[in-house]
């Protein structure tokens, strides 16, 4: 500037700033291409004010539904059924995507590796959490890698066996198997499923030995214990139940607390033989790790809203499916924990190798 006061602009390609100096004024204004600085700093601030909106205003577009395993079998059945009132309650698509892969590791790592802004979540069951501790190459942990956001449905197994094998009860097969160890096998879908653990399980707590036979899936196997080629299952009981009706298979008992209202007379296998003997099937939601909070309070407050649904509810209870929410996605993140840490102490006590 010069001494009279008067204003000397500069230019440059990019920017046109220019000082103006006013003796009468005590503040100097910036211009940039022509427009002062308190204009472009408001622009800023509403640009970042809808952001944060956006942001706020979860989900603002479509959300990918990740299911680890085929199209219909019960995880992929209540996640559809979920989302589709998520989507209707929302106003935004919740599109189910089915990514199978041996104990739902590839997808899990999948979503473990997408950006944690609630736009791609992941379906679970329990082989979520057995998974890292029977397979070195699972790439995830349950914990570290995920938020959790809620419970979606519980369901029991059931414990059935070939109507030739000589037993009415629980009590009658594990007296069964004393007297001929080493002779029973049972089949699982899996190293690490459900139907593997419930064995694993059964046996420790009941002081028997079985032979555990791998299958490519739960179906299969249910096919080989109606066909005699093995000894006995732990199998859903929405999809053992028409079988045991029909009398091809010979129910036991069910592997929850209580009784499942599909089959009203069965015992549980607690009340039956086992007292301590509990494995329950659940199902859930996840998120990638570091899920922003409020987008996980949303997230929670749908799958709660979806759960009181009455026509859901009444439509998967007639398939022995109990459709509930986590009372918050902190209370959920504790339970994962303590399965995590229970199956870890399975996998340990039955001296299962991680593959």
């Given at each position: ?5 008067c ?16 003796p ?9 291409r ?37 199209a ?13 009132k998520?989507?209707?309650?929302t ?6 995507e089915?990514?199978?892969?041996a ?9 473990a ?6 736009y ?13 501790n ?18 979606t449905?519980?369901?029991?197994h ?5 109507p ?7 009590k ?9 160890p ?11 499923s ?33 066909g005699?080629q ?6 859903p ?10 009398g ?8 929850t ?13 607690a009340?039956?033989?086992?007292p ?6 659940f ?18 407050s749908?799958?709660?809203?979806a ?18 929410a986590?009372?918050?996605?902190e209370?959920?993140a ?10 870890a ?7 299962i190798?991680?593959?």
């Amino acid at each position: 500037m010069d001494r009279g006061g008067c204003c000397r602009s500069f230019y440059t390609d990019q920017v046109s700033p220019a000082l103006h100096y006013n003796p009468h004024m005590t503040r100097i204004q910036i211009k940039v291409r022509g427009f002062p600085l308190s204009v472009l700093l408001a622009t800023s601030l509403v640009a970042a004010s809808g952001f944060a909106q956006e942001r706020s205003a979860y989900p603002a577009r479509q959300v990918r539904v990740i299911v680890p395993l085929v199209a219909g079998g019960n995880l992929d059945l209540v996640t559809r059924a979920v989302a589709q009132k998520m989507a209707e309650n929302t106003g935004q698509q919740f599109i189910v995507e089915n990514r199978p892969s041996a104990s739902g590791i590839i997808a899990s790592q999948f979503v473990a590796k997408a950006p944690a802004d609630g736009y791609t979540i992941l379906a679970i069951a329990n082989t979520f959490a057995m998974a890292p501790n029977v397979v070195a190459a699972a790439g995830y942990h349950p914990i570290r890698d995920f938020t959790g956001v809620s419970l979606t449905a519980r369901l029991p197994h059931v414990l059935v066996v070939n109507p030739s094998l000589p037993v009415r009860t629980v009590k009658d097969l594990i007296a069964l198997a004393k007297r001929r160890p080493g002779e029973f096998t049972y089949g699982s879908a899996g190293a690490g499923s459900n139907g593997h653990v419930g064995g694993v399980l059964f046996s420790r707590l009941a002081g028997i030995e079985m032979l555990h036979v791998p299958y490519k899936g739960a179906a299969p196997a249910l096919i080989d214990v109606i066909g005699g080629q093995i000894t006995l299952m732990f199998d859903p009981i929405s999809t053992s139940v028409q079988h045991v009706k029909a009398g091809k298979l010979r129910a036991l008992g069910v592997t929850t607390r209580t009784r499942s209202p599909l089959l009203p007379e069965l015992p549980t296998i607690a009340e039956a033989a086992l007292p301590e003997f509990e494995a329950m099937v659940f199902n859930a939601l996840m998120a990638p790790a570091g899920l922003p909070r409020e987008v996980l309070s949303r997230l929670h407050s749908e799958v709660v809203q979806a759960a009181q649904s009455p026509e859901l509810r009444e439509r998967f209870l007639r398939q022995g499916v109990e459709i509930v929410a986590s009372d918050s996605a902190e209370q959920f993140a504790d339970f994962l924990k303590s399965e995590t840490a229970r199956y870890a102490r399975i996998a340990q006590d039955a001296g299962i190798k991680r593959e």
